[in-house]
Structure formats: C-alpha cells, structure tokens
C-alpha cells in the first residue's frame, strides 16, 4: 500500500496502559477495575491526563452531592441530548435503567422531551435555564426549581453536573469517542 493510502493516525488513539501518558495510567488502572474493562472515553481522553483526572474528580463530585440520583442522571442526560453525546447517551440510559427507571422518563429524556415527572422535569427545565441564561436565572425559574423541592445548594450543584458533563460531552464528541460494545444495547 503506498504510504499516501495510509490511514493518518488519530491526534486522539485508543490508549492503554502501556501506551497512555504516564500521569494518565494509575487513573485508567483505576477505571478499568473498577467497569471490568477500559472504556474506549477514557483511553482516548487518556491523551490529556489532566483532562482524565479532571472530569473523573468533578464526576465523583456530583456523584457525592445532595442531589438524588435520578436527578443526578436527569442532568447529565439532558447535556448529553443538548451536546449530542452519544456515548453519554448510552451510558446514562444504562445507568437510568440500572436505577429502576421509568422507561417513558427514559425515553423523553432520549428525545429531550418534557419528562412525565414534574419534579424531575425541574431539573431538566432549570438545567436549560441555567446554560441559556449563563447562570443568571431570574428569580421565577429559581424559584420555580425550588417549588419542587429543591434546594438552594441543588441549585448550585447543578452548576457543578453542568461542568463536569460538559467536559465530558465535549470531550467525547472531540475524540470520536465509540460507544462500547458492553453499551451498545444502550445506545
């Protein structure tokens, strides 16, 4: 095959442990411990370290707040839907599923449809309003929010779900991240 023919390499390779920076291996030890395999994300975002670590530590941020999780992963999939993530996809609606979710508050999340659960759908709605306002939620939709039961600091930790998922949305979309073939029912 002449040399022209080859395919150019990827800025963004499938790493492993062998392969991956240095700073990215103890990290993606980790992961892959923890899942039973290395996610085809996490060994392409392996190329940053920091990027690795970073979105990983703000994961496990969210993951410790107040916020229930099924409020949790109604955020996270409503960036994934915005952001057209669809590893994102798949994993949270494996993750939803896991969580005994309701298949129709599944599938209007898929569809970025209003949600059948008014208090869910109040995460959903005040997660738009905080990306399309930049934050400056006026007082109704904060109020609004809180009306279902919601606090003051959900509030603030849904800032926090909309950082750490809209590095990894991005991020996937940035790399060509594949869905993994342990999601593809999912995706």
């Known amino acids: 095959m002449p040399a022209s023919a080859l395919p150019e390499p990827t800025p963004f390779p499938d790493h492993t442990l062998e392969s991956a920076p ?30 690795l670590d970073g979105f990983l530590r703000a994961s496990a941020a969210f993951e410790s707040t107040t916020l229930d999780p099924l409020s949790r992963e109604v955020l996270i999939m409503t ?33 970025a ?3 059948p659960d008014e208090r869910l759908e109040a995460v959903r709605e005040f997660t738009l ?40 949305t991005l991020a996937n979309r940035m790399t060509g991240a594949p869905v993994d073939a342990s999601m593809a029912a999912y995706a």
């Open 113 to 115: 449809r209003p949600l």
């Open 22 to 51: 240095a700073a990215a291996r103890r990290t993606m030890a980790a992961v892959t411990e923890k899942n039973g395999y290395l996610p085809a994300a996490v060994a392409r975002l392996a190329t940053s370290p920091e990027t």
């Open 79 to 111: 960036m994934a839907t915005r952001n057209d993530c669809h590893v994102c996809v798949a994993m949270h609606t494996a993750r939803l599923t896991g969580l005994g979710a309701d298949p129709g508050l599944v599938s209007a999340l898929r569809e």
């Open 129 to 168: 309003a905080v990306l399309a306002s930049g934050g400056a939620v006026d007082d109704g939709t904060l109020r609004a929010f809180l009306g279902h039961g919601y606090t003051a600091r959900n509030a603030l930790e849904v800032v926090l779900g909309i950082g750490a998922y809209t590095m990894s």
